[in-house]
């Protein structure tokens, strides 16, 4: 049966294992001393490593893991030193019973991956920093406006999707969330959960009540936009685009 377990690292990364049987998946490892000491006590070995992007917080523990493990493949995009297979948007390969298929989705960097698990009937997309619970990722050497479709594709997976992100910025993405929506009621609440608790992996049913970043065809959301950024905005890639510059100085 597949496991898939969250390995806090560094102040607020999350690297995501999957496991089955006594093998292993890891993807963005930050660190690599938290991924062997979780290997070690599960007696796991380490088969491959996926790679969302090229920022030292998911990929420093990369030489480490693989001198601990010569064999692991290392799907990456052509950017990423000690690749042993590179991928873009459509590579897909198997994984034990099920597949993977890899998501270009810029903005965040301009060649930022996404890996989407297809496994049992349920979907897991391992997003990086393109997407976060209730927020989604600065604009390093990409586009907003590729980061907008990157999320909008998103957007169109089936509800029930179960989303991993690389951190765990939920709390202060929903401060930012409810200053942007002060009466959207599942906000409230979520943020009431999110002290101090992990948050993650998120569905993008929830998702779709809390974020902004999601809900930029929303009244409520694109009106308030307008306001706090002084603006007339028409359309939500312009919605988007506000909120992420409201973003960058909440």
């Known amino acids: 049966m597949l496991k898939i377990t969250p390995i806090s690292a560094l102040a607020d ?3 995501w294992l999957l496991q089955q049987g006594n093998e292993a998946v890891c993807i963005d490892p930050g660190d690599a001393a938290p991924v062997a000491g ?3 006590a599960h007696g796991l070995v380490l088969r491959q490593i996926w790679i969302t992007h090229h920022h030292a917080d998911h990929t420093a523990g990369l030489p480490e893991l693989i001198r601990q493990f010569p064999d692991c493949r290392v ?4 950017d990423i030193p000690h690749t042993t297979h590179t991928v873009g948007e459509g590579s897909r390969w198997p994984l034990w019973q099920s597949q993977v298929e890899v998501w270009h989705t810029p903005g965040h960097t301009q060649t930022h991956l996404s890996y989407l698990l297809q496994a049992g009937g349920q979907a897991h997309l391992f997003c990086g920093d393109t997407l976060f619970s209730a927020g989604c990722g600065r604009v390093f050497n990409g586009t907003t406006a590729q980061l907008f479709a ?5 957007n169109r997976l089936p509800e029930n999707t179960l989303l991993y992100p690389a951190h765990e910025y939920t709390a202060a993405n929903l401060r930012f969330a409810a200053h942007i929506e002060p009466h959207n009621p599942e906000i ?3 943020l009431a959960a999110a002290v101090h608790t992990p948050t993650l992996p998120v569905s993008l049913a929830h998702e ?3 974020n902004p970043f999601l809900r930029t065809a929303d009244f409520q959301v694109a009106s308030r ?3 706090l950024s002084s603006q007339s905005l028409h359309g939500e890639e312009q919605v988007f685009t506000a909120l992420r510059e409201l973003k960058n100085h909440f």
Not at 75 to 78: D, G, R, T
Not at 150 to 154: C, D
């Open 188 to 190: 409230a609440r979520s």
């Open 75 to 78: 799907y990456a995009n052509h």
């Open 225 to 227: 936009t307008a306001e």
């Open 13 to 15: 990364n999350y690297i």
């Open 150 to 154: 990157s999320l909008q594709r998103i």
């Open 38 to 40: 979780y290997l070690k």
């Open 208 to 210: 779709r009540q809390i």
